[in-house]
Nanobody, 115 residues
Framework: QVQLVESGGGLVQAGGSLRLSCAAS????????MGWYRQAPGKQRELVAHITEYGGTNYADSVKGRFTISRDNAKNTMYLQMNSLKPEETAVYYC?????????WGQGTQVTVSS
């Protein structure tokens, strides 16, 4: 079992920044991919970015150049630095951990961007 706890969400004005964290605990395997997803009201959950255990990254086109995903394997923690936030990015942001045969999600953290 892996537990994921997100933090860092909140209310920010358009153009502002937030840094999300996702702390993983439990049976952490060295080979894994972690990612951030978001779900706005009435919309499907979508990928924001993901990062491999070696630091390889992938971003949604809509966040490229503004968001940065990173991880600290020693602390089993993943981060998402979000800059130049837009009102349409208001959503619940979820952390995901995937390894062979296992797929875990966090409870989510609310990000609200006011115009």
């Amino acid at each position: 079992q892996v537990q994921l706890v997100e933090s860092g969400g909140g209310l920010v004005q358009a153009g502002g920044s937030l840094r999300l964290s996702c702390a993983a605990s439990g049976s952490i395997f060295s080979i894994n991919v972690m990612g951030w997803y978001r779900q706005a009201p009435g919309k499907q959950r979508e990928l924001v970015a993901h990062i491999t255990e070696y630091g390889g990254t992938n971003y949604a086109d809509s966040v490229k150049g503004r968001f940065t995903i990173s991880r600290d394997n020693a602390k089993n923690t993943m981060y998402l630095q979000m800059n130049s936030l837009k009102p349409e990015e208001t959503a619940v942001y979820y952390c995901r951990y995937v390894t062979t045969g296992y797929d875990y999600w966090g409870q989510g953290t609310q990000v609200t961007v006011s115009s």
